[in-house]
């Protein structure tokens, strides 16, 4: 794994199953009611830190509502624009 890197993630409609031999328990019960209530759409973007943070100014600019407007193909070529930016600085 390359350290330093920014990362594009997308919003998924269900997240992946957890695997059953984890020492705790996964809830992930209530992600869809999250998603709509935010408002976000299936293959939103959003950055993750090269720490594997998340900047909730940062990606707010994905939830404005210029970037919400734009088709999906314009929000995943400025999140993979940005975190390139990012990784360079």
Do not use: C, K
């Not at 997240?15 to 992930?28: H, K, M, N, W």
């Amino acid at each position: 794994m390359t350290t330093g890197v920014w990362r594009v993630q997308f919003i998924r409609e269900e997240l992946p199953q957890a695997r059953t031999d984890l020492p705790f328990e996964v809830d992930v019960a209530g992600w869809t009611d999250w998603v709509e209530s935010a408002g976000l759409e299936v293959g939103t973007p959003f950055l993750v830190s090269p720490l594997f943070e998340y900047d909730v100014e940062l990606n707010g600019f994905f939830g404005s509502s210029g970037m919400r407007s734009a088709a999906l193909a314009t929000q995943h070529g400025y999140a993979r624009d940005l975190a390139a930016f990012f990784t360079f600085l």
